[in-house]
């Protein structure tokens, strides 16, 4: 009998618990902490794990390899949070796992009692995984945008991600009314100056989670795809050593800010270094390899949600 969604995410589950307990060496309560559930539930997971043959004298799961992977990356680049899905070779979605990992992330958040600043980008990747979401009602919880969201033509961005979000939430929400790209230094200056908007880049600031996407720089870029860049532009930048898109902002091979003319106009908030609060990228994809290498290099992100392949990708390009 095929499995629902549901009985397949409590396999999944117990996959991780299981592994944390038998091959990470992780108490009960290590487990409980790190997968965000009580430790009962960690106890019964590990059972479960036992139980269904997921274990044996190693873990009979696709996850282990997946699990491997992300152990390898969060001590490779010192990440905090790290989740690699199983690569499905058939698919040809850009998005399929990713955005289910990261929907499981966002929901953990969101669920909690405590209230807490969630910080959100925009993209394919995260829209994606925005449509997953149930319906919660998190009325003390805040949502603000890292990005604009007005295209050149002065429609609303098709990626928006915080909109859709509040909207499932009926949690308070802080939208960025820019466009993303401002037709000058001076305008963005302008802008960025408005009482307005320093309070929302403030409140971004402050984020307990904050979910980016990655986007890459070369002819399929998004900022490029959707307009925000022309061909001209995305050449120069490209000259430059752009190999990285993170709200919009332009990064080099080393995760480094480039001096364009682009990143004078972007109207973002501003990208630092990734501290104690999780600031996760989610991405997949080999068009994405260099432009996630680049984040993690920059410590632009201390977490990561990808995929098996792109994660080896990822190890390889660093060794």
Request: with cysteine.
């Amino acid at each position: 009998m095929a499995l629902t969604d549901a009985e397949r995410s409590r396999l999944d589950l117990a996959a991780r618990a299981g592994w944390l307990y038998f091959i990470g060496g992780n108490t009960q309560e290590e487990i409980a902490r790190k997968l965000k559930i009580s430790r009962p539930t960690a106890q019964r997971l590990v059972s479960l794990a036992l139980s269904e043959r997921l274990i044996t004298f190693r873990l009979e799961h696709p996850i282990a390899a997946c699990m491997q992977l992300a152990k390898q990356l969060s001590e490779r680049f010192k990440l905090t949070l790290c989740d690699v899905v199983p690569t499905d070779p058939t698919s040809t979605s850009n998005v399929i796992g990713v955005a289910e990992a990261a929907t499981v992330i966002l929901e953990q958040y969101l669920k909690d009692s405590r209230p807490a600043i969630i910080a959100v980008g925009t993209g394919r990747t995260l829209r994606a995984a925005i449509d997953l979401m149930p319906r919660i009602a998190c009325p003390d919880h805040r949502l603000v945008s890292l990005t604009g969201n007005i295209s050149p033509d002065g429609a609303a961005s098709f990626y928006d991600v915080l909109t859709r979000l509040a909207d499932l939430t009926h949690a308070p929400h802080y939208p960025l009314m820019l466009p993303v790209v401002a037709k000058s230094k001076k305008e963005r200056d302008h802008f960025i100056s408005l009482d307005p908007i320093r309070s929302v880049r403030a409140l971004a600031a402050k984020a307990d989670l904050t979910l980016v996407g990655i986007g890459q720089m070369d002819k399929s870029a998004p900022l490029y795809v959707d307009g925000f860049l022309t061909k001209r532009e995305l050449d120069e930048v490209v000259k430059l050593g752009a190999v990285c898109d993170l709200t919009s902002w332009l990064y080099d091979a080393e995760g480094k800010l480039i001096s364009c003319a682009i990143n004078d106009r972007v109207t973002s908030v501003p990208r630092e270094p990734a501290r104690e609060r999780p600031v996760v990228g989610v991405a997949m994809g080999a068009s994405k390899v260099a432009a996630i290498q680049a984040a993690l290099k920059g410590r632009l992100i201390n977490g990561l949600i990808t995929n098996e392949s792109t994660a080896r990708a990822v190890l390889a390009l660093a060794s």
